[in-house]
């Protein structure tokens, strides 16, 4: 285990005037509304099962529920904002009203459904395209105030897929996120999250290596948010499906919160919740 007085592991987020300690891992469980998304698509996608859904990774140990209104696989379906605010709906206000003690992340690239949902109530922005995919992203997390998760990804929507050659997947990785980093503080965002991006544009060699050197990332800056639930990376080399990579998934989440991150976004989360018990043992 860490230890935790370490000022490295000092950070706290305020999420809509809700003081957040991240001293101890978070795990952030997936909502996803989407009927494509690769492995539970069209499960969700309705208020009550959503509901439903939520109510079930909170039981099993998640703080932070992450609502993705559009999936972001290879080849999914492209949404506009006005789609993706159709298809939240009322889910947000709901999951509010029915479980207050929950934070709520929307997982967006348009600002327009940030402010949506920042009326709604959502507590953080996860934003995949670090802005990029909308000029006005960082203006709009700079006035919600809310944390915003700043990933690591291609310049656009069409390339956010492709694999591109990195001479350093760590110093590019870096690169990238001390150039935003430095935009969203000059914005006025300051509690901000990186995560690195694994699934996106990044062979599995580079990956590895990100697994490897994830206490690199951000300088210990900022905390960083780890996204590796059924990803390809894990089960392809292993000739598996995306839902038969438990062992697998657990074993590299305990070595990146050994290497101090702090919020797992996961599908899984009970499996999650066992691994932070034991780290924390």
């Known amino acids: 285990m860490q230890n935790n007085s370490s000022p490295l ?3 706290s987020l305020n ?10 891992p978070k795990i952030m469980g997936i909502l996803n509304l989407t009927p494509d998304s ?16 939520a109510e079930q990774l909170l039981k099993e140990g998640a703080e ?5 209104p559009q999936s972001t696989r290879p080849n999914a379906e492209f949404l506009s904002s006005e ?15 029915e479980f207050p003690e929950a934070l709520i992340s929307l997982d967006t690239f ?15 922005i996860n934003d995949i395209s670090g802005g990029q995919f909308d000029e006005k992203m960082f203006e709009t997390a700079a006035e919600t105030r809310l944390p915003y998760i700043l990933m690591h990804v291609n310049p656009s929507y069409e390339t956010m897929h492709d694999k ?28 901000i999250i990186l995560d690195p991006g694994f699934g996106f544009g990044k062979t599995v060699e580079d990956q590895m ?25 894990i089960y392809k080399p292993l000739g598996k499906s995306p839902l038969d990579i438990n062992e697998e998934t657990q074993e590299l989440h305990m070595k990146v919160l050994e290497k101090g991150v702090k919020i797992l976004r996961v599908h899984d989360v009970a499996e999650a919740k066992k691994t932070v018990e034991a780290f924390l043992k």
């Open 64 to 68: 932070m529920i992450d609502i993705g």
């Open 83 to 97: 789609e993706e605010v159709a298809r939240i709906g009322r889910v947000i206000s709901l999951l509010k009203k």
């Open 209 to 233: 290596k990100m697994i490897d050197e994830v206490h690199y990332l951000g300088f210990d800056k900022f905390p960083l948010l780890i996204g590796i639930s059924r990803k390809s990376f």
């Open 164 to 191: 591109i050659h990195f001479e350093d997947i760590t110093v590019s990785v870096n690169r990238y996120f001390s150039e935003k980093t430095k935009e969203l503080l000059e914005k006025g965002v300051s509690d």
């Open 15 to 24: 999420c809509n005037g809700r003081i957040v300690n991240l001293s101890l």
């Open 38 to 53: 690769f492995s539970d698509g069209g499960r969700f996608n309705n208020e009550k099962a959503a509901l439903q859904h």
């Open 9 to 11: 592991n000092f950070h």
């Open 110 to 124: 348009y600002a327009e459904t940030v402010k949506f949902g920042y009326n709604e109530g959502i507590d953080l």
